[in-house]
């Protein structure tokens, strides 16, 4: 049985890194590792965080289709590589990628079975407060990102569920009920799977 293929977006700093991270130290789930061209940060590791890629391998993958779906952002690429995470949903593994709504509109083009998830802030306010935690932008670009988020949620009626962000805690059990429901959902195939198992009872 092929595995589930979910996808979690929203806002830069709701959180959607830490809840995909604890998700899967808690559960069988897989985090994909998308390709991108910006620099690593601190810590991060080519291959476990994401691929760095150079912009002219970025381009070359583009070219030979090896993207489920990229796009850019702040002038940086990001992509999800198609062999990466087709060959994780047919070994029965459930999968999570942290995608934008752009990437994740096209994911659910190509995967209409895919499972849509937006994570929100409790408010605006706390979103502005945990970029200026982070240290890492100017005023100018936390003013970027603060109109983005508002655009961004706009797309919230494209998804399938929606979790606010409050304590980590609980947004991760909400993301487990969302598997376990999912899971249990009835389509053709599992049906045929079911009825066939308890005729050969």
């Known amino acids: 049985m092929a595995g589930l293929l979910m996808v979690v977006s929203g806002p830069s700093a709701a959180g959607k890194g830490t809840l995909c991270r604890q998700l899967v130290k808690e ?3 897989e985090l994909s590792v998308s390709a991108t061209t ?3 940060r601190p810590g991060e590791v080519h291959g476990v965080d994401y691929f760095f890629m150079t912009e002219e391998e970025f381009v070359k993958t583009i070219e030979e289709d090896g993207f489920l779906e990229h796009v850019e952002n ?3 690429r990001y992509g999800t590589l198609v062999s990466y ?3 994780k949903l047919s070994s029965g593994c459930d ?3 942290e995608i934008d709504v752009q990437g994740a509109a096209i994911i659910k083009e190509r995967f209409p079975e895919c499972i849509l998830i937006f994570l929100l802030p409790p408010s605006l306010k706390a979103l502005n ?3 200026i935690k982070r240290g890492t932008e100017t005023p100018e670009k936390i003013s970027q ?3 983005k988020a508002l655009e ?3 797309h919230i009626v494209n998804y399938d569920y929606y979790i606010v962000n409050r304590e980590i805690s609980q947004a991760v059990e909400d993301m487990k009920c969302i598997i376990r429901a999912e899971h249990s959902r009835v389509t053709k195939n599992i049906s045929e799977e079911i009825i066939k198992s308890f005729k050969e009872e």
């Open 27 to 29: 559960t069988d789930v």
């Open 145 to 147: 990102r603060l109109s």
């Open 74 to 76: 702040f002038g940086k």
């Open 129 to 131: 407060e945990r970029i």
């Open 38 to 40: 910006r620099e690593p």
């Open 85 to 87: 995470v087709e060959s």
């Open 95 to 97: 999968m999570i990628l």
């Open 152 to 154: 961004e949620i706009e």
